[in-house]
């Protein structure tokens, strides 16, 4: 297994350019499903995630094309099957998209259960909810979904948990809606960027889907979808994530091709911490204030504050001055880098789903292990502010949501580098 060895301490400086987005290209391979034929994707990242996809697209009968410069072509003319096995829905949960559109195409899908993961509970049972309402039977047997339908028809449905909206639940629903039979509406629907550009690929293979980015979605049901093209947003997570290396390490940092209008709520808390943020075209530039002021935050739907960046955000808050409290309403478990965080010396006490945070005190470099996607990403930003080294292992984490982290901030001047094992 790969390792990942940072000397803490440099100063990083020049530009970082962001991939495509992680969480569209999922769904959007998904949906090539509806339709058979080929369909063109582009600026789809080089990630362990997105090979999973790939594999569960291809032991479906599909056929993958994918070449050096992010262009995946999928040929779904052949798909015969309609299992997505245990073996792979294990290792990732975002297979959990091909259900509405195997069942929306083929009246029939078995997905493995995704259950739980290291953050936390992930329930799926407001996927079921609104696949049952299009009218799908659905069963849990044997650890699979198990859904059938000779039909689907348009109705309305409110897609709203403890937790607020569902993003691959707002995805799945919208795909298998698009070929039912009337007008779905969904109500509480996950507002996120992903969502918006999985609702134009839908588009344009002939979907009618109107109201995507709002709580309120409305798609026409159509008798029938064909293959398209798309080019996949750029990932905001990621985007996000070289904004605080810029913060906590950088003098001045270029983050190419992202989207401000995106991270917004990462921009205004980061403003907020006393970082200078400016907007040129279709870049960022990151400039490290003398001294990161503390600030609170709480963790939302989009377009509040992505839980997806609460680590990241929590080792930016170790390199400030004062107290912050941060508060997980996503996911209430999902603190992993915590216990790693405290091994390079951090002052954090954990109350539950809130976190409160004494920043100030120079970090240690030490040997860590990756946990989740995020909170790696977290421990990679400590090890760049640390004293002496860090090693990180089971880096196979980071290399499921981040594309060449390591070569990214070596570009930036970080003393990192990869161990190959
Ligand atoms: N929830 C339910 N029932 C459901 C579905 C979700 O109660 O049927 C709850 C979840 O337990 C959670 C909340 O609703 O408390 C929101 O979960 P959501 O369904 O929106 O999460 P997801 O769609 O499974 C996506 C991202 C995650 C990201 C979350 C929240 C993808 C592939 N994954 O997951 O990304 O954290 O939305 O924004 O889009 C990551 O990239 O590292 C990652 C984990």
Known sequence: MDKIVIKGGNRLTGSVKVGGAKNSSLPILAATLLAPGVSTIKNVPNLRDIGTMLKIL???GARIKQNDNGEVAVDTSRVNKHIAPYELVSTMRASICVLGPLLARFGKADVSHPGGCVIGLRPIDLHIKGLRKLGA?????????????????????FLGGPFGSTVLGTANVM??????????TIENAACEPEIVDLAE??????????GAGTHMVRIEGVRELKPAEHRIIPDRIEAGTYMIAGAVAGDDVLIEGAVFEHIQALVDKLEEAGVGITKENSAIRIKAPEKLRAVDLTTMPYPGFPSDMQAQMMTLMLAADGISVISERIYPDRFMHVS?????????IRE???VIVKGGTALSGAPLMASDL??????????????GETEISRVYHLDRGYERIDEKLSGLGADIHRIRE
Not at 175 to 184: E, H, P, R, V, Y
Not at 201 to 210: D, E, S, T, V, Y
């Open 175 to 184: 795909m298998a809606a698009t070929l039912a039979k009337g007008i779905t």
């Open 340 to 348: 790693e965080l405290l091994r390079m010396g951090a002052s954090i």
């Open 137 to 157: 039977r659905i069963a849990i047997e044997q650890g699979y979904v198990l859904a059938e339908a000779e039909e689907l028809h348009g109705t309305d449905i």
């Open 58 to 60: 291809s032991s479906l």
């Open 201 to 210: 690929f839908l588009n344009k293979m002939g979907a009618r889907i109107r």
């Open 352 to 354: 539950g789903a809130r």
């Open 374 to 387: 995020r909170a790696s990403a977290a421990l990679v930003l400590a090890g760049l502010i640390a004293n």
